[in-house]
Protein backbone atom coordinates (compact mmCIF):
# COMPACT_ATOMS: atom_id res chain seq x y z
CA UNK A 1 0.00 0.00 0.00
CA UNK A 2 1.38 3.28 -0.80
CA UNK A 3 1.74 5.62 1.96
CA UNK A 4 2.65 8.59 -0.53
CA UNK A 5 0.51 8.98 -3.26
CA UNK A 6 1.63 11.40 -6.60
CA UNK A 7 -1.52 10.66 -8.84
CA UNK A 8 -0.25 12.58 -12.01
CA UNK A 9 2.46 10.70 -13.73
CA UNK A 10 2.81 13.59 -15.97
CA UNK A 11 2.30 17.47 -16.07
CA UNK A 12 2.72 19.85 -18.81
CA UNK A 13 2.69 23.43 -18.41
CA UNK A 14 3.28 26.57 -20.90
CA UNK A 15 6.87 28.61 -19.66
CA UNK A 16 5.64 31.72 -17.49
CA UNK A 17 2.48 29.66 -15.80
CA UNK A 18 1.73 28.60 -12.55
CA UNK A 19 2.83 24.43 -11.97
CA UNK A 20 1.24 22.82 -9.65
CA UNK A 21 2.30 19.36 -8.45
CA UNK A 22 0.08 17.57 -5.99
CA UNK A 23 1.06 14.33 -3.07
CA UNK A 24 -1.52 12.49 -0.95
CA UNK A 25 -0.22 10.73 1.86
CA UNK A 26 -1.87 8.16 3.84
CA UNK A 27 0.48 7.72 7.31
CA UNK A 28 -0.91 10.12 9.75
CA UNK A 29 2.33 10.09 11.70
CA UNK A 30 4.24 11.97 8.67
CA UNK A 31 4.81 15.35 10.11
CA UNK A 32 7.88 16.47 7.81
CA UNK A 33 7.66 16.65 4.14
CA UNK A 34 9.95 17.46 1.44
CA UNK A 35 10.07 18.04 -2.39
CA UNK A 36 13.06 16.70 -5.04
CA UNK A 37 13.62 17.05 -8.29
CA UNK A 38 15.35 14.74 -10.43
CA UNK A 39 16.93 15.37 -13.84
CA UNK A 40 18.01 12.38 -15.86
CA UNK A 41 21.18 11.01 -15.52
CA UNK A 42 21.53 12.54 -11.87
CA UNK A 43 20.44 12.10 -8.46
CA UNK A 44 17.36 14.11 -6.44
CA UNK A 45 18.02 17.27 -5.40
CA UNK A 46 16.49 18.90 -2.35
CA UNK A 47 14.22 21.65 -3.66
CA UNK A 48 12.15 22.47 -0.39
CA UNK A 49 10.50 21.53 2.92
CA UNK A 50 7.59 21.70 5.06
CA UNK A 51 7.03 20.54 8.91
CA UNK A 52 3.22 20.16 10.14
CA UNK A 53 3.54 22.99 12.40
CA UNK A 54 3.31 25.03 9.06
CA UNK A 55 0.87 24.85 6.55
CA UNK A 56 2.92 26.88 3.89
CA UNK A 57 6.97 27.60 3.05
CA UNK A 58 8.40 29.58 0.16
CA UNK A 59 11.31 29.68 -1.55
CA UNK A 60 11.56 32.05 -4.22
CA UNK A 61 9.76 30.69 -6.88
CA UNK A 62 8.18 27.34 -5.18
CA UNK A 63 5.61 26.91 -2.93
CA UNK A 64 4.78 24.30 -0.54
CA UNK A 65 1.07 24.03 0.72
CA UNK A 66 0.33 21.44 3.86
CA UNK A 67 -3.47 20.52 4.24
CA UNK A 68 -3.11 18.15 7.41
CA UNK A 69 -6.69 17.53 7.71
CA UNK A 70 -6.66 16.23 3.73
CA UNK A 71 -3.17 14.61 4.32
CA UNK A 72 -2.32 16.63 0.76
CA UNK A 73 0.57 19.00 0.20
CA UNK A 74 1.18 20.85 -3.12
CA UNK A 75 4.39 21.77 -4.59
CA UNK A 76 3.83 25.36 -6.69
CA UNK A 77 6.41 27.00 -9.35
CA UNK A 78 5.80 30.69 -10.16
CA UNK A 79 6.73 31.08 -12.81
CA UNK A 80 7.34 28.14 -14.92
CA UNK A 81 10.12 27.82 -16.41
CA UNK A 82 12.09 25.04 -19.43
CA UNK A 83 14.95 24.59 -17.21
CA UNK A 84 12.47 23.51 -14.24
CA UNK A 85 11.42 19.98 -16.83
CA UNK A 86 12.37 17.02 -14.49
CA UNK A 87 10.94 14.39 -12.10
CA UNK A 88 9.38 15.66 -9.01
CA UNK A 89 9.53 13.51 -6.21
CA UNK A 90 7.07 14.10 -2.58
CA UNK A 91 9.01 12.66 0.70
CA UNK A 92 7.56 12.12 3.83
CA UNK A 93 8.43 10.80 7.41
CA UNK A 94 7.56 10.75 10.56
CA UNK A 95 9.73 12.45 12.50
CA UNK A 96 13.41 13.54 13.16
CA UNK A 97 15.78 10.64 12.21
CA UNK A 98 12.71 8.56 10.65
CA UNK A 99 13.40 7.89 6.90
CA UNK A 100 11.71 9.19 4.11
CA UNK A 101 9.04 7.53 1.79
CA UNK A 102 8.72 8.69 -1.47
CA UNK A 103 6.15 9.23 -4.14
CA UNK A 104 6.29 7.54 -7.40
CA UNK A 105 7.19 11.39 -8.72
CA UNK A 106 5.70 13.58 -11.63
CA UNK A 107 7.44 13.99 -14.68
CA UNK A 108 7.39 18.01 -14.92
CA UNK A 109 7.42 19.36 -18.77
CA UNK A 110 7.81 23.32 -19.06
CA UNK A 111 7.19 24.30 -22.48
CA UNK A 112 8.84 27.05 -24.31
CA UNK B 1 31.07 21.48 0.52
CA UNK B 2 27.55 20.72 0.21
CA UNK B 3 28.29 17.99 -2.22
CA UNK B 4 28.40 14.25 -1.98
CA UNK B 5 30.49 12.57 -4.58
CA UNK B 6 29.84 8.92 -5.65
CA UNK B 7 32.34 6.80 -7.70
CA UNK B 8 32.40 5.57 -10.31
CA UNK B 9 29.96 6.94 -12.53
CA UNK B 10 29.23 3.82 -14.34
CA UNK B 11 29.72 0.26 -13.70
CA UNK B 12 29.19 -2.83 -15.44
CA UNK B 13 30.18 -6.14 -14.21
CA UNK B 14 29.46 -9.73 -14.40
CA UNK B 15 27.47 -11.94 -12.06
CA UNK B 16 30.80 -13.51 -10.56
CA UNK B 17 32.85 -10.36 -10.18
CA UNK B 18 32.93 -8.31 -6.86
CA UNK B 19 32.86 -4.76 -7.10
CA UNK B 20 32.30 -1.93 -4.83
CA UNK B 21 31.09 1.89 -5.02
CA UNK B 22 31.97 4.38 -3.22
CA UNK B 23 30.32 7.40 -1.36
CA UNK B 24 31.97 10.68 0.27
CA UNK B 25 30.53 14.00 2.16
CA UNK B 26 32.59 16.32 3.83
CA UNK B 27 29.53 18.34 5.07
CA UNK B 28 29.84 16.91 8.78
CA UNK B 29 26.24 15.10 7.88
CA UNK B 30 26.36 11.61 10.37
CA UNK B 31 23.71 9.86 8.73
CA UNK B 32 24.53 8.22 5.27
CA UNK B 33 21.93 6.36 3.08
CA UNK B 34 22.07 3.79 0.06
CA UNK B 35 19.15 3.70 -2.02
CA UNK B 36 18.31 1.57 -5.15
CA UNK B 37 16.31 3.29 -7.86
CA UNK B 38 15.25 1.52 -11.26
CA UNK B 39 13.87 3.49 -14.21
CA UNK B 40 10.58 5.24 -13.64
CA UNK B 41 10.36 4.23 -9.99
CA UNK B 42 11.28 6.57 -6.91
CA UNK B 43 14.20 5.59 -4.72
CA UNK B 44 14.13 2.67 -2.88
CA UNK B 45 15.85 2.41 0.56
CA UNK B 46 18.06 -0.29 1.58
CA UNK B 47 20.92 0.83 4.51
CA UNK B 48 21.21 3.80 6.96
CA UNK B 49 24.22 4.42 8.53
CA UNK B 50 23.95 6.86 12.13
CA UNK B 51 27.18 7.79 13.48
CA UNK B 52 28.92 5.13 11.66
CA UNK B 53 26.70 2.40 12.98
CA UNK B 54 24.61 0.52 10.60
CA UNK B 55 21.00 1.12 11.75
CA UNK B 56 18.53 0.34 9.11
CA UNK B 57 18.96 -2.56 6.93
CA UNK B 58 15.98 -3.23 4.89
CA UNK B 59 15.91 -6.48 3.78
CA UNK B 60 18.73 -6.25 1.20
CA UNK B 61 20.08 -9.43 0.25
CA UNK B 62 23.80 -10.69 1.60
CA UNK B 63 25.15 -9.57 -2.36
CA UNK B 64 24.94 -6.33 -0.97
CA UNK B 65 27.63 -5.03 1.96
CA UNK B 66 27.73 -1.90 3.17
CA UNK B 67 30.88 -0.32 5.32
CA UNK B 68 30.98 3.23 6.77
CA UNK B 69 34.86 3.44 7.59
CA UNK B 70 34.18 6.86 8.60
CA UNK B 71 31.98 9.72 9.33
CA UNK B 72 32.80 10.94 5.48
CA UNK B 73 33.20 7.66 3.54
CA UNK B 74 30.01 5.27 2.70
CA UNK B 75 31.25 1.93 0.60
CA UNK B 76 28.94 -0.83 -0.61
CA UNK B 77 30.56 -3.74 -1.70
CA UNK B 78 28.73 -5.88 -4.00
CA UNK B 79 29.54 -9.52 -5.08
CA UNK B 80 27.19 -12.28 -6.94
CA UNK B 81 24.93 -10.22 -8.14
CA UNK B 82 21.93 -10.81 -10.73
CA UNK B 83 20.85 -9.28 -13.82
CA UNK B 84 17.93 -7.39 -11.86
CA UNK B 85 20.04 -5.98 -9.52
CA UNK B 86 21.01 -3.38 -12.38
CA UNK B 87 19.45 0.17 -11.32
CA UNK B 88 20.82 3.55 -10.40
CA UNK B 89 22.64 3.40 -7.34
CA UNK B 90 22.64 6.98 -4.87
CA UNK B 91 24.12 7.64 -1.78
CA UNK B 92 22.74 10.57 0.70
CA UNK B 93 23.69 12.13 4.03
CA UNK B 94 22.21 13.55 6.18
CA UNK B 95 22.83 16.18 9.64
CA UNK B 96 20.56 14.49 11.88
CA UNK B 97 20.74 17.56 13.48
CA UNK B 98 18.25 17.47 16.50
CA UNK B 99 15.24 20.00 15.59
CA UNK B 100 16.84 21.21 12.32
CA UNK B 101 15.56 20.09 8.94
CA UNK B 102 17.19 16.50 8.10
CA UNK B 103 16.73 17.13 4.56
CA UNK B 104 18.80 14.52 2.73
CA UNK B 105 21.53 15.34 0.29
CA UNK B 106 21.95 13.15 -2.74
CA UNK B 107 24.78 12.34 -4.72
CA UNK B 108 24.82 12.06 -8.76
CA UNK B 109 24.32 7.99 -8.32
CA UNK B 110 26.07 5.09 -10.04
CA UNK B 111 24.29 3.43 -12.95
CA UNK B 112 25.37 -0.62 -12.20
CA UNK B 113 24.37 -2.78 -15.31
CA UNK B 114 24.97 -6.82 -14.36
CA UNK B 115 25.41 -8.79 -17.33
Same mark, same amino acid.
Given at each position: ????????????????????????????????????????????????????????????????? $?????????????????????????????????????????? $??? $?? | ???????????????????????????????????????????????????????????????????????????????????????????????????????????????????
Amino acid at each position: DQQVKQNSPSLSVQEGRISILNCDYTNSMFDYFLWYKKYPAEGPTFLISISSIKDKNEDGRFTVF $LNKSAKHLSLHIVPSQPGDSAVYFCAASAGYGQNFVFGPGTR $LSV $LP | DTEVTQTPKHLVMGMTNKKSLKCEQHMGHRAMYWYKQKAKKPPELMFVYSYEKLSINESVPSRFSPECPNSSLLNLHLHALQPEDSALYLCASSSLMAGGLDEQFFGPGTRLTVL
